[in-house]
DNA sequence: ATGGTAGTCCAACTA
């Protein structure tokens, strides 16, 4: 099984890129974050005619996340806790989570809050929001050790200073500080391991870079998104890969996909 | 030449 992790900042700018890349890809499994649309804006029927399913969660035209199989959709949710910081005035639940079983594996696609800078309370809700995540994944792997767990997404952490291409240049920066590089290390101490590293080792290697001040051709990026599997999901990872191709050209998202290969069930 | 973003929807915000 392929399964896939994409921030393609909106799916309506760039539908036909999206859907080429799912069709030639032989993916799955694909979790797609900043669809930047509502519900009932998302372009399902597309997929549909690829022959995926999908289940997506958009409720203004920031955020939104979703979720394309044909491997099976069930037990769809949009909530890993009933314990999720809100944000805003007033405070809301924004949509940046969405989970459900396919295939055998439960897989969240996770659009983590950006932080914004270090003084802001949008940094203060991405720290809550991430222990939030952590709490719920420990109670997950607490019921059933042997769960198949997939937290793939937009992390909006470069965990170590191998992840950026300037460690001065995001000095006092969101993305690098201690406090979200520990909710990271929080996340795989828990139990889930970042499984695309070992077949995509750094320094140098990114899945985003900025539109601005011509980063990309610069190969000056973060690797800021990720794959984090539970140990019986690690179990059967083969192979993982960064398509820094689909950041090419016209159209393209400032992210690049991730897809992970895994072993049949033993 | 010494430059240089893109998405949401039209003013400003988000990333």
Redesign the pocket.
């Known amino acids: 099984m392929r399964l896939a992790t994409w921030?393609v900042?909106?799916?309506?700018?760039?539908l036909d890129r999206v859907l080429a890349w799912i069709d030639r890809s032989d993916v799955d499994v694909v979790a797609l974050q900043?669809t930047?649309?509502?519900d009932e804006?998302f372009p399902e029927q597309a997929f549909l005619d690829l022959g995926y399913e999908v289940a997506h969660h958009g409720l203004s035209?920031?955020?939104g996340v979703a979720l394309v199989s044909r491997v099976g959709l069930e037990d769809v949710s949009t909530q890993f806790s009933p314990d999720v910081p809100h944000f805003?005035e007033p405070a809301a639940a924004e949509a940046r989570a969405i989970g459900a079983t396919c295939g055998g594996v439960r897989v969240w696609s996770l659009?983590v809050?950006?932080?914004?800078t270090l003084q802001d309370p949008?940094y203060v809700y991405k720290l809550a929001w991430l222990e939030a995540l952590r709490s719920a994944g420990v109670g997950w792997l607490g019921q059933d050790p042997q769960a198949q767990v997939a937290l793939v997404g937009?992390f909006?952490i470069a965990p170590t200073d191998d992840d950026v291409w300037d460690v001065d240049f995001f000095a006092g920066a969101t993305h690098v500080s201690e406090p979200e590089r520990a909710a990271f290390r929080s996340l795989v101490d828990a139990g889930f391991a970042d499984v695309v590293r070992p077949y995509a080792p750094g320094p140098g290697t990114f899945t985003y870079w900025?539109?601005?001040?011509?980063r990309f051709p610069k190969r000056q990026g973060m690797r800021i998104d990720f794959v984090l599997g539970s140990p019986a999901l690690q179990a059967r990872v083969s192979g993982a890969t960064i398509d820094r191709e689909e950041r090419k050209g016209?159209?393209?998202?400032?992210h690049a996909p991730v897809i992970v290969e895994l072993a049949p069930n033993a």
């Open positions: 921030n900042n909106s799916v309506r700018a760039r900043e930047k649309c509502k804006q035209q920031w955020n805003g659009y809050p950006n932080g914004r949008h937009d909006n900025d539109y601005t001040q011509l016209k159209g393209a998202s400032d």
